[in-house]
Structure formats: structure tokens, C-alpha cells
């Protein structure tokens, strides 16, 4: 920049490292040679991202174990990262060096910061994952003497039922299951059935 009278202390502007220089002149007007001095500044916060892959399940489920990727930017004049950290559903800060596996199931909250090389540390930013990797349960109760009746129940802890369905014999097309079967006529009957959750995935 120009050259400015000095009177007082100098806010050293801008960002990254900034290269000031100075001189004294005389009354006789004899001026020094230019001396300088690097300061390195970085008041800005870097900036940490998080990439998750696609849901292999419904409604943005994930019905595989995901792993989630950070990376961290500190701009063009910024001193560098120097660390990312991560912790998932409050746990422990930990740091980050390659993919994580999300653990745990059910809707986890994924938090991740960074730092740069000037000890300025980013807000906490984060973002939920939602992981079912385990099928629903699904049983049947047998009741009655003379009409025979099967219960069908189907269970899931994480994203929940979606629904059950049966079919009667092999070459039967399935249908959904609302109500307990009844069978008043003699003879055996097969009845096969199967249960799926809002995640996608179906157990029989």
C-alpha cells in the first residue's frame, strides 16, 4: 500500500500473512533503509463438510452400515486446517483421519468441527443419519378348536412396521394382512408370511 505518517499503534489489515514495512526519516531528511515485518493473521473460522452416501433404504434410511467422509477448508489466505473431529450421538470427540462407519441404529446425530493452524475452531455443525440394518420380527399365533385362526404380529424397534403380508399355498399372489385368517374347513393349509419396515427391509 502507500506510505502513511505514523502517529499511533496500526491495525494491521487484511488476512494471511501481511508484510509491513517501515522507516524513519530525520530532521535533516535522512531516511533509513526500509525495514519490514511478516505478521500472519487469520481471524476467520474454517469451515469443515460432511458427504453421506445415498440411502439404500426408504425414506432416506440406511438398510447397510453408511460411512460418512469430512474434509475442511480454511480459504486462500488462512493459516490451514489442522485437525477435523467427529462424535456421533454424544459420545466422545473424536479425531478424524479416514471414513467413519455410523454406529448404532436408529436416527444418529453425527456432529463434526475443525480447527486451522491459528487455533480458530468452527461452530458445531451436524447432521442426522438415519440407520436400520435389522429386518422386523415377524411371528404367528395359532387359536381355536373348530375354526382355526392364525395371528399374524410383526415388530421393529427402529423405523417401524410398514406392514405385514401372507399368501395361502405357493402359487397364491400376497396379500396385505389386516386381520387374524380363519380356516373352518378341514385339510392343511400352508400359510407363509412376511413383514417389512419403513426402512425397506423385509423378514419372513
Do not use: C
Amino acid at each position: 500500500g502507500a506510505w502513511t505518517p505514523y502517529t499511533g499503534a496500526v491495525q494491521v489489515t487484511g488476512e494471511g500473512s501481511r508484510l509491513v514495512e517501515y522507516r524513519s526519516t530525520d530532521e535533516a531528511g535522512n531516511a533509513e533503509g526500509i525495514k519490514s515485518l511478516s505478521v500472519k493473521i487469520d481471524t476467520v473460522a474454517p469451515t469443515a463438510t460432511i458427504t453421506v452416501p445415498a440411502a439404500t433404504g426408504t425414506d432416506g434410511w440406511h438398510t447397510s452400515r453408511p460411512s460418512i467422509t469430512l474434509a475442511a477448508t480454511d480459504g486462500a489466505a488462512g493459516s490451514g486446517i489442522a485437525s477435523i473431529q467427529y462424535r456421533i450421538a454424544g459420545g466422545d470427540w473424536m479425531p478424524y483421519t479416514i471414513a467413519v462407519p455410523v454406529t448404532g441404529e436408529g436416527e444418529r446425530l453425527v456432529e463434526y468441527r475443525s480447527t486451522d493452524a491459528a487455533g480458530n475452531v468452527e461452530a458445531t455443525r451436524s447432521q442426522t443419519v438415519k440407520v436400520d440394518t435389522a429386518p422386523p420380527v415377524v411371528t404367528s399365533a395359532e387359536s381355536g378348536t373348530t375354526t382355526k385362526k392364525v395371528t399374524l404380529t410383526a415388530t421393529d424397534a427402529t423405523s417401524g412396521v410398514a406392514g405385514i403380508e401372507y399368501r395361502i399355498g405357493d402359487d397364491a399372489e400376497w396379500s396385505t394382512y389386516d386381520a387374524p385368517l380363519s380356516f373352518d374347513e378341514p385339510g392343511t393349509y400352508l400359510v407363509r408370511y412376511r413383514a417389512a419396515d419403513n426402512a425397506g427391509n423385509t423378514a419372513g
